[in-house]
């Protein structure tokens, strides 16, 4: 399989779980979508304008021609919403008319045949359509009445028609009535109804329909959801490197910490860390973590969960090669157990291979791994239960990296620990250290995030201070070059929380956007597109935000309505979890 195949299911088919690339542009600011190799703008005045690859016909031209610049898609009334996938697009008209143009070769088009299209045409016999959605070569189309209609490729099954025969014109979906939204994968399909269930078909391969199972589907079954969301945590690790050394596949997985105190997890699971009593990995949908309740804050590591309980008790899970889990021994863990010794925990995080809390007096503790000193014990011995950070008083905040950690005192003062190989300690050299000393030149800091290799801090005036590694301008100074003592992060202000992942970062700001910078290469930075940024820009689309989170190479986001967004490891822009 091609990389940019590759690429793009990872983008589109996750992209798409609530909704697709469907944009309204009626009374709404103009909205810009990014496909495998080109990009559709809508602006307010109802006009499309596309640039990129046109190999297939996609950017409407009448004519095979690339375009580097934005240019009017020809032969459209004004529109109001529009889909688009890898070669084909669909525009809907402000008078319910569905456009399509680009790549036909299972008549993804509708319009009854085979042949590319490079400029619109308009599909025959569908009215009423309220929202568009389409997957790698089907299509789909939500009518006001609450029916689906579908046509294209029917490989998997994904046109629910109870086939798996390619359709040239719209068919509709069998025993589906009561939608109110709809989205399109590579080859599979799903669908909300007012009722609040969702609903898929189509191909089942990885347990993306979300019944439990791996099999395809022709007609639609019932799946469940996230809601009541009050918290999220990230979590991964690296799969595969490149080359030179780079980051090239990640094993993600999240935690949501619910209204009721109970946790769900979801993703890569071969460790245990879904907490489900398992190690299967890539369960088909959220799942409650066994046996906890009463939780107050949970936090991801690499291949580790964490858990604060209201009572003041931390409880563990997942790979324990280090001791992270601090129970005493290097068993993994599929459910949670209590991390000994530790009681009046106000805070935790996790990381790599290690652990730490922090407790209301303000002393921190640690556990696992301690190869450059990340445990602050004045040794580079791993401890499979917590040990108290020397040197520190008064802490008001804990942040793990991947190596090293820092910490934040009552006075805003920062001090860091461990690996220094990219000077991520601050302290002006590239020596690491196990015990804590102060980071140079920042004062007055609110809050503190640590990256992979690098680290933010928060002042009390909401500007942002970035230090470490910087080869894909993860410090947000306009350049590359590692810094071994604070910079200020340019053009951001207004910051309440920071967030660091795997050589990029992201802050949120008073106003509830989201802005990030740094590495690109997996959509992290959540704009659409893979190029590095060394400024900060905010994520467009993202707003009423509360809460984020990072690591490795995806971003999460909880807004101030208890849903949960994600982007990243290709998936280029937010979408619902």
Not at 500 to 517: K, T
Not at 534 to 554: D, Q, S
């Amino acid at each position: 399989m091609s990389g940019w195949l590759v690429r793009w299911m990872f983008s589109l088919l996750v992209l798409l779980l609530v909704g697709g690339f469907a944009v309204d542009a009626a009374g709404a600011t103009p909205k810009i979508v990014a496909g495998e190799e080109h990009s559709l703008l809508l602006r307010a005045d109802g006009t499309l304008w596309a640039w990129g690859n046109d190999s297939y016909g996609q950017l409407g031209q009448d004519r095979l021609v690339q375009s580097p610049t934005p240019i009017p898609v020809r032969g459209l009334p004004a529109i109001k919403k529009f889909a688009s996938a890898s070669g084909h697009n669909l525009a809907l008209s402000r008078e319910g008319v569905v456009w399509a143009w680009g790549t036909n070769r299972h008549g993804q088009l509708g319009d009854g045949g085979t042949s590319e299209r490079a400029t619109p045409v308009a599909i025959s016999g569908l009215s009423g359509v309220s929202t568009l959605a389409v997957g790698y070569a089907h299509s789909l189309a939500l009518k006001a009445d609450g029916t689906v209609w579908a046509w294209g490729s029917n490989s998997s099954g994904q046109l629910g028609d109870a086939s798996m025969t390619d359709r040239h014109a719209p068919v509709q979906v069998s025993g589906l009535s009561g939608v109110v939204e709809i989205a399109a994968g590579i080859a599979f399909s799903l669908a909300r109804k007012s009722d609040g269930t969702v609903w898929a078909w189509g191909n089942d391969t990885s347990g993306q329909l979300g019944d439990g199972y791996s099999y395809n589907h022709s007609t639609p079954v019932q799946i469940e959801g996230l809601s009541g969301v009050k918290g999220i945590a990230a979590g991964g690790h690296p799969k595969y490197f490149r080359v030179d050394g780079s980051v090239q596949d990640d094993d993600g997985f999240g935690l949501a910490l619910m209204n009721d105190g109970s946790v769900w997890a979801w993703g890569v699971n071969s460790f245990g860390q879904l907490g489900d009593g398992t190690q299967k990995s890539y369960p088909s949908l959220p799942a409650p973590v066994k046996g906890l309740s009463g939780v107050a804050a949970v936090a991801a590591g690499n291949s580790h969960s964490l858990a604060l309980k209201s009572d003041g008790t931390v409880w563990a899970w997942g790979w324990n090669g280090y001791g992270q889990l601090g129970d005493g021994t290097l068993e993994i863990r599929a459910t949670p157990v209590r991390s000994a010794g530790l009681s009046g925990v106000t805070a935790v995080a996790a990381s790599q291979g290690h652990s730490l809390a922090l407790t209301g007096s303000g002393v921190a503790w640690a556990w696992g791994s301690n190869f450059f000193g990340e445990l602050g014990d004045a040794s580079n011995t791993a401890r499979v239960v917590p040990v108290q950070v020397l040197g520190l008083s008064g802490t008001v905040a804990l942040a793990a990296g991947f190596w090293h950690n820092l910490a934040l005192n009552e006075r805003g003062e920062v001090f860091g620990w461990g690996s220094n190989q990219s000077s991520q300690l601050g302290e002006g050299s590239e020596t690491s250290r196990p015990l804590p000393l102060q980071v140079q030149k920042v004062t007055d800091v609110a809050g503190v995030a640590a990256g992979t290799n690098h680290n933010l801090a928060l002042k009390n005036d909401g500007r942002v201070v970035a230090w470490g590694e910087n080869t894909s301008g993860a410090l947000g100074d306009g350049s590359i070059a590692n810094r071994s003592a604070p910079v200020q992060v340019a053009g951001l202000s207004g910051v309440t929380q920071l967030a660091a992942g795997n050589s990029y970062s992201l802050a949120l700001r008073s106003d509830g956007a989201v802005w990030a910078w740094g590495q690109n290469y997996y959509c992290q930075l959540g704009d659409g597109g893979y190029a590095d940024r060394t400024l900060a820009a905010p994520i467009v689309g993202l707003t009423g935000v509360k809460a984020i989170a990072a690591r490795g190479t995806h971003g999460l986001a909880l807004k101030e309505d208890g849903t949960v967004w994600a982007w990243g490891y290709y998936v280029s822009a937010p979408i619902e979890y």
